[in-house]
């Protein structure tokens, strides 16, 4: 089994995302651990006794947790860490490391930011976040018995 290469576009520009060696693999995830796992207790608190719904109590309580355990030394390692191993291209040009750029890219887009974040634990730690891992079979959940925003017009 190799290491694995993703390519994804986002908001016009595509990232290349290159799977972290098993080290820094295992201790980015006893890191993001720390701040997930306290909103995780909250969802499994917050079901019902048949283990089939979520409390909207218990959503904004795991949401609370995982405000309240990032540090900003957090999510400045991750970006570190995963801007390291990606590369972009923006508007058809060559790739470069995300790292060389980073500040002007997401230079006022934040959601940008975590959108790529969010792809970079996709391609790190699909098996436990897909619906047959633990974590997957939980935020599926989550998501089932979230309410669906309203469309934007």
Known sequence: MGVSVEEKEIGGSTYRVTQLGFKQSRKMWVRLT???GA????IL??????GADVSMAAIGSSLEAVLLNME???LDHA???????T???VAGGEYTSLSLVMDELFAGDLPGMFAWLGF???VNYSGFLDGNGALGSLFQTFRAK?????PKE
């Open 87 to 89: 590369e972009v291209r």
């Open 79 to 85: 970006c570190t860490v995963f801007g390291a191993c």
């Open 146 to 150: 979230s309410p669906n925003p309203s």
């Open 72 to 74: 900003d030394e957090d």
């Open 45 to 50: 608190t917050g079901l019902d006794a048949a």
């Open 120 to 122: 970079c634990l996709k």
């Open 39 to 42: 909103a995780a207790k909250e």
């Open 34 to 36: 720390h701040i997930f």
